[in-house]
């Protein structure tokens, strides 16, 4: 199976040409480096060229296609032109520039021809791609913005029709692409280039979605990936705020298992489902708000998922996906020393984690009382386990084990709480 052969190409700002040199001799373990002279207030292009360690693509982007470069066009024209002059690796020239006489002057070699999309994913973009393949620029590089899992599939028909050839090194002659999709949900186009035929992906934090270059070498095993890597991952609305990748991923490099492991985040578990054949995903955690909705929409559920009604872990079986559910176990394993024979646990909140948690104090024997903003919610969970059910919040000295099953509290805003102290 054939490693990844795509790179990391560090993206770099800064506000002026000495500080942006100290951010670009700060990169380390990537492959190339992109100098972003939009947001300088005195952009020195041969400044910040000098002394680079790593092949350069200089970038001016304008603010017309997303940038920071407010000046006039015959100005951003000059900056490119001194970057060819330079002897930059690479200069970002966007198809929408009209700048094809710079292209056709170097006859292409060490062009990025860019366009990118804020918004979604444009109806024309074949036949832009290949307008823009036809000037013979060496790199097409294609931005669109996904809003959706399966956004990222409009990226295919690209993908189908690129002459790839990826090659070792950066400075090769051979025509290459670069194809992304922006936004959260768009992330396994940066996290897996070589899924999409990407010669490199950009690392930072300067694009919606973008990832550090340290995440992608530790957190999502960049280096490792080959296409016999197994893909997993976390699925919710919030899903980018999982704390699942690193921990599976240190699990996946203890146990040995070639396996990479991502956030799937989107509003629409068929967006997900879809989503994961065509990828394919091989097993995802499921969270906020799938977990009861995944038990319903799957056939195949173990007894533990069909008892407490919700599911946090489904893998691909013979006949399709397999559902259980880990949070039983998974509350109960850390508090293995605590009693809660005949002690009262009182719940907060009413969704799939308070189903689980009812299930599992009831399994040892304790006295379960379920709190959440309307009593019928509460009730539905209580009924589980033959609790009560309550609205509100529980009373000082009510409860021996209190236990907070709702979203409150988690990022961003870790510091707020349901109940006071």
């Known amino acids: 199976h054939h490693m990844s052969t795509s790179l990391i190409c560090q993206t770099v700002t800064a506000t002026t040409t000495a500080e942006l040199r100290q951010r670009r001799d700060a990169a380390h373990g ?6 972003r002279l939009d947001g300088l207030a005195d952009p020195d292009v041969r400044g910040a060229l000098a002394g680079r360690r790593l092949p350069a693509i200089v970038t001016c982007r304008p603010m017309w296609e997303g940038g920071r470069f407010a ?13 060819i002059e330079a002897g930059a690796e690479y200069v970002d020239i966007e198809w929408r520039a009209g700048l094809g006489d710079v292209v056709a002057a170097k006859a292409g070699r060490g062009i990025v021809l860019s366009v990118h999309d804020f918004q979604g994913v444009p109806a024309d973009l074949p036949s832009v791609c290949a307008a ?15 809003r959706r899992l399966c956004d990222v599939f409009a990226l295919d028909p690209l993908v189908r029709a690129s002459p790839h050839s990826p090659s070792p090194s950066p400075s090769s002659k051979d025509e290459a692409t670069v194809f992304i999709a922006m936004g ?14 990407s010669r490199w992906t950009y690392a930072g934090d300067c694009a919606p979605g973008q990832i550090s270059a340290d995440r992608l070498l530790t957190e999502f095993r960049f280096r490792d990936v080959s296409s016999a890597t ?44 879809a989503f994961a054949d065509r990828l394919p995903v091989a097993g995802a955690s499921v969270t906020m708000p799938f977990k009861q909705i995944a038990r ?4 195949d559920v173990d007894a533990i998922g069909r008892q407490v009604g919700a599911v ?5 079986g013979h006949a399709g996906w397999c559902a259980t559910n880990t949070d039983v176990d998974g509350f109960l394993d850390p508090i293995r020393d605590v009693p809660l024979r005949r002690r009262r646990v009182a719940i907060l909140g009413a969704g799939g984690a308070a189903r689980a948690v009812a299930v599992a104090a009831a399994r040892c024997g304790a006295q379960v009382a379920v709190f959440a903003r309307s009593r019928e919610r509460a009730a539905v969970v209580a009924d589980l386990v033959r609790g009560e059910a309550f609205e509100g919040v529980p009373g000082c000295g009510s409860w021996d084990v209190l236990v907070n099953a709702t979203p409150v509290g988690s990022a961003p805003d870790i510091e707020r709480t349901p109940i006071e102290a």
């Open 71 to 83: 000046g006039s066009e015959e100005e951003r024209r000059h900056l490119l032109k001194q970057a």
């Open 230 to 273: 197994a893909i997993y991952g976390v699925v919710g609305s919030r899903a980018s705020r999982s704390l699942s990748p690193p921990i599976h991923s240190a699990a996946f490099r203890a146990a040995g298992v070639d396996a990479v492991y991502l956030p799937f985040e989107t509003d629409d578990l068929d967006d997900f489902l």
């Open 184 to 197: 959260q949900p768009g992330v396994v186009t940066r996290i897996l280039p070589g899924r999409f035929h």
């Open 296 to 299: 319903e929409r799957i056939r």
């Open 312 to 316: 946090n872990t489904i893998r691909r």
């Open 132 to 146: 823009m393949r036809q000037t013979g620029a060496q790199v097409v590089k294609v931005a669109i913005t996904a």
């Open 30 to 35: 990537v492959d190339l480096v992109e100098l």
